[in-house]
C-alpha cells in the first residue's frame, strides 16, 4: 500500500511596530509541519505480516503499521504588547493560540466496504493549545535584576499521545479519543520569578567585586490524569506493578471520572547560584555553586490513578 505524495505551502509571518514612545505591538502567524517519528513509520516485516494477515489482524498490536501516516501540521498565533513602565521596569502581556490538526492515533483501518483490516497510525486526531503569558522585567538597580513571568494555558484535544486508543480498539467500545479531553501534559498555572543581586566591575571592593548571588523560583499547577476504578482481576500484575499497571497497558481500567478531569498536586521549587569572577590578566576565571532544589523538597510529579496518591498504589487495600 503507497501513500500519495503530499505538498504543504507553510507561510510565517511576523512584525512589530511602536505604539508610543513606550509601548510596542507585535503579532506572529505561522504554519509549521513535520513527519511523526522514523520509529512510528517503519517496523519489521514479522509486525506487519501479523497486522494485515486476516488471521491474526483483529488483535491490536503493540507495534501498529505506520506506511499511512501524513505530516502533523499546527497553525499558531501570538498577539502581545510591551510597555516601558519606568526607565529600568517593563511589563509584556501576550495571548497565544495554537491549532494542531492531523495529529497520529492508532486506529482501526477500514475498507471501501466498511470492513475492519488492521491496525494502523492514521493522521485522525486534533487538538488546540491557548493561553496567556505574563512578563515583568527589572533592568539591574542598585545590583539587583529580576525577572517574573507566568503562563496561564489550556491544552485540549482528541488524544495525548498517539496510543491512547489501543483499549478502545481491543475492547472495540467505539472511538472515545474523539471527544476533546485536557491532555497528559497540560498544565494550567505555569510561572517563575528570577532574582539576580551582583557586584559589578571595580564595585564593592575586592573581595565583592564581579560577586553575584541568584535564585530562582519556579511553580506548576501539576499535570492533568483520570481516576480510575480498582482492578477487577490483576491480569499480568503483580505486587510490584500493579499500581502502574493501568499506565502500561490501559485495556483493564475504568475510568470514574472524565477524562483527565483531576490534577497532580501543585510544585513549587527553588534553586541558588553563587559566583565570583576573578581577574588575573589576560586570563578570567569564574567560581561558582549551584544549588538544585534548595529546600530538598520532594515534589509528586505523578500518582497512582486507582488512588490519586503518590504514596499508595492500592495493593494493600485490594480485595483481590
Not at 482528541?158 to 476533546?180: D, L, M
Not at 498544565?187 to 543581586?197: I, K, P
Not at 499506565?247 to 553563587?274: G, K, M, Q, V, Y
Amino acid at each position: 500500500m503507497d501513500q500519495d505524495p503530499f505538498n504543504l505551502v507553510l507561510p510565517r509571518v511576523s512584525f512589530s511596530f511602536p505604539v508610543t514612545d513606550k509601548t510596542i505591538f507585535y503579532s506572529m502567524y505561522g504554519k509549521y509541519a513535520q513527519m511523526p517519528s522514523l520509529n512510528q513509520l517503519y517496523v519489521g516485516n514479522t509486525i506487519i505480516s501479523r497486522t494485515v494477515s486476516p488471521i491474526t489482524r483483529g488483535n491490536a498490536f503493540l507495534t501498529p503499521v505506520g506506511f499511512l501516516m501524513k505530516p502533523e501540521r499546527t497553525t499558531q498565533y501570538e498577539i502581545g504588547f510591551r510597555q516601558l513602565l519606568a526607565d529600568n521596569f517593563a511589563f509584556t502581556i501576550s495571548g497565544f493560540y495554537k491549532d494542531l490538526k492531523d495529529q497520529l492515533q492508532v486506529r482501526l483501518f477500514v475498507n471501501e466496504a466498511g470492513n475492519k483490516l488492521f491496525t494502523a497510525y492514521q493522521n485522525e486526531d486534533f487538538g488546540t493549545t491557548k493561553g496567556l503569558e505574563l512578563t515583568l522585567e527589572l533592568r539591574r538597580t542598585n545590583r539587583l535584576a529580576a525577572k517574573v513571568n507566568y503562563t496561564l494555558s489550556d491544552a485540549r484535544g482528541t488524544g495525548s499521545n498517539p496510543r491512547v486508543a489501543f483499549g478502545a480498539i481491543e475492547q472495540n467500545i467505539g472511538r472515545p479519543t474523539n471527544f476533546i479531553n485536557p491532555y497528559d501534559f497540560n498544565q494550567t498555572h505555569r510561572g517563575a520569578v528570577l532574582l539576580d543581586y551582583r557586584f559589578g566591575k571595580n564595585d564593592g571592593g575586592p573581595i565583592l567585586e564581579q560577586m553575584g548571588l541568584n535564585m530562582l523560583f519556579t511553580f506548576n499547577s501539576g499535570h492533568n490524569y483520570t481516576k480510575i476504578k480498582e482492578p477487577l482481576e490483576l491480569g499480568q500484575a503483580d505486587a510490584w506493578n500493579v499500581g502502574i499497571r493501568p499506565l502500561i497497558d490501559p485495556r483493564s481500567s475504568f475510568p470514574e471520572e472524565p477524562i483527565n478531569a483531576s490534577s497532580t498536586p501543585w510544585i513549587f521549587n527553588i534553586d541558588a547560584a553563587f559566583s565570583k569572577v576573578v581577574n588575573f590578566d589576560p586570563i578570567t576565571v569564574e567560581f561558582y555553586i549551584n544549588i538544585l532544589n534548595l529546600l530538598n523538597t520532594k515534589h509528586i510529579i505523578n500518582v497512582y490513578p486507582s488512588t490519586g496518591t503518590a504514596q499508595d498504589d492500592g495493593w494493600l487495600g485490594s480485595t483481590l
